[in-house]
């Protein structure tokens, strides 16, 4: 790939142009972040286990239906994507409530409910990715009415398919931060990564949490459970 560029320095992943003006190569490495990166850790191996997952995931979803992003894996770290105007707005979509909204509504971590909760945040590290709502997201122009409707009908679908994706594997999907992005044609899909570092992932017998709570609440073996999340996602589909 040699017209490789540098186009955007995350802390966890780098993106790269390729000749192909809609095409980049995302890098994924070890470096973990948390609480706004105010916590910051190498762990081995851990962009292998998520890039692996991450690919497994978006092709799983695109058999189902669901636009993302994805192209190919490329090698252990890196993988082709479709550019996308990356839009700020995440969607963290709960199974349970857990992390941040169990605390902000009094609740118990991993509290059962009888229906899925869609939280809106305006992706802005300098405001810390405030909680927003529809009417915020109109009113600063993020999207249109029309794209967010989008937006949640995919978030949705995407959360339906993962839950199962993850079942498969006797892993429950807790809760999912997702991300989309606008392609050069105007269309919104499903952008950024599915793995550990962005949902929560319990074992269904055990209850074992497998994703970045260990690293935020210093439980020991992240990199095991990374390993395990991914080794029993490939042997469920077969990879
Ligand atoms: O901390 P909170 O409970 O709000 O996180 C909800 C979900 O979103 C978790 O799975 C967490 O890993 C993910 N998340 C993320 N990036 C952030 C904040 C949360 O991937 N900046």
């Keep these: 790939m040699s017209t490789r ?24 490495n070890d470096v973990t972040t948390a609480y706004g990166g105010i916590k910051r850790a190498v762990i081995k191996d851990k962009g292998i286990c998520n890039n692996h997952i991450s690919a ?5 979803l695109a058999k189902e239906g669901v636009e993302n992003h994805f192209i190919s894996l490329e090698n252990d770290r890196e993988q082709l994507c479709r550019r996308i105007e990356i839009i700020p707005l995440q969607v963290v979509v709960r199974n349970r409530l857990a992390g ?23 992706n802005n590290d300098r405001l810390r990715d405030p909680m927003i709502n529809d009417t915020h997201v109109l009113a600063l122009g993020i999207v249109s009415e029309e794209e967010l409707k989008r937006i949640y009908s995919l978030t949705a679908h995407a959360n339906e398919v993962l839950k199962e994706f993850f079942h498969k594997a006797g892993m ?3 809760d999912i931060k997702l991300e989309c992005g606008r392609t050069s044609d105007g269309k919104i899909i499903l952008s950024d990564e599915i793995s ?24 020991s073996d992240v990199t095991v459970s990374y390993q395990k999340v991914m080794e029993r996602l490939e042997k469920a589909y077969e990879v």
């Excluded at 497994?56 to 799983?60: E, G, R, S």
């Excluded at 991993?110 to 939280?119: A, L, Q, Y």
């Design 56 to 60: 497994l995931a978006f092709q799983v």
């Design 196 to 219: 550990p570092d962005n949902c929560r992932i319990w074992d269904e017998k055990t209850g074992e949490v497998l994703d970045k709570d260990r690293f935020r609440h210093d439980l």
């Design 172 to 174: 429950e999907l807790i």
């Design 5 to 28: 560029e540098l186009i955007f320095d995350g802390k966890e992943k780098k993106i790269y142009s390729t000749e192909n003006p809609d095409i980049v190569l995302i890098h994924y």
């Design 100 to 122: 941040s909204t169990a605390r902000l509504l009094g609740v118990a971590n991993g509290t059962v409910i009888p229906n899925t909760v869609f939280e809106l945040r305006y």
